[in-house]
């Protein structure tokens, strides 16, 4: 049962907490659907670096590419368009204003999203590459219309939302979605021999596991000797030097992220969904926010 929703402390946000024994992020993402923005997920760490998973639901979300600014409402249309030169600044000027609650580990006042690599060359001289296979945004964050706060520790959810206007209703709404299994969370009947840990149907690679990659072996190997005698001559103390592989696979991006969650040993993981069938999707042994 859900206790009713509170004002937390003149903070600007009124949240409502239940008991999450019987709920992880996993399924609350599931069962939230199209809803789901994103999930910042820990699996392990202890009281201090564990401790804490969120799952975002779709609010609005602010994209910023050659300089325009567009801020589309959680069913996608656009809402407003603005000049933007600096994409943090644009992410500022749509944050609400209000304090941070020292009770909750998620400022309600946040963005969560990527800036491209390519964002840096706004405030270094840095070359930017003329052609952009991925047709991303530079920047994309979601400004969540209520955040799901698991607390491992206490195994507590709070619902947390910005106290304004229909506050109460937002709450409700995510909690009725709460309450109803999804159909991916019915077990499924193994076949003789399939690994319990396999990933979910459709999150194997289409057509064989064959990857392609954006450049040549022989020009990667070039880089890394080209940065490990910067390296030698004080110019930096450390660069990771990335290499895009495609692979193609007609699982939902949602179901690769439940592959990775199973076979990766990082504690901490991230999805953030980018809508039209992409998402961002990691896992890191570092600590994500």
């Keep these: 049962m859900i206790a009713p929703a509170v004002p937390r402390g003149g903070s600007g946000v009124v949240s409502v907490e239940w008991s999450a024994d019987t709920l992880t992020p996993v399924s609350a993402a599931l069962r939230l659907g199209d809803r789901l923005a994103f999930i910042l997920e ?16 779709r609010g609005r979300t602010l994209t910023v590419d050659a300089s325009t600014a567009v801020i589309r409402a959680a069913d996608g249309h656009e809402v407003e368009r603005f000049p933007a030169d600096d994409p943090l ?10 304090p941070s609650d020292p009770g909750l580990p998620f400022p309600l006042s946040a963005g969560v ?25 530079e920047a994309c964050f979601h400004l969540p219309e209520v955040v799901i706060i698991f607390d491992h520790l206490a195994q507590s959810a709070t619902l947390a939302t910005i106290d304004e206007g229909d506050a109460d209703d937002r709450l409700a709404g995510v909690a009725e979605l709460l309450a ?38 022989a020009r990667y190997e070039s880089g890394v000797a080209s940065l490990v005698s910067d390296i030698r001559a004080g110019e930096m103390l ?23 969650r199973r076979i990766n040993p990082s504690p901490h993981l991230f999805f953030i969904d980018l809508g039209a069938g992409r998402a961002l999707l990691g896992a890191s042994p570092e600590l994500l926010v």
Excluded: H, K
Aim: with cysteine; glycine share 10%.
């Design 180 to 217: 109803r299994p999804s159909q991916a969370e019915r077990p499924v009947r193994l076949e003789r021999g399939r690994r319990v840990n396999a990933p979910p149907a459709g999150a194997e690679p289409a057509g064989g596991t064959g990857a392609t990659a954006e450049e040549d072996a």
């Design 42 to 57: 820990s699996v392990e760490g202890g009281a201090r670096y564990g401790r804490y998973s969120m799952v975002g639901v």
């Design 113 to 137: 999203g990527y800036l491209a690599y390519e964002a840096a060359a706004r405030w270094e001289r840095l070359p930017v590459p003329e052609a952009d296979p991925v047709g991303l945004p």
């Design 89 to 98: 600044e644009a992410l500022r000027s749509v944050l609400p204003a209000i």
């Design 238 to 260: 450390q660069a990771v030097l990335a290499r895009r592989f495609t692979v193609p696979c007609a699982a939902a991006p949602l179901a690769v992220y439940r592959a990775l």
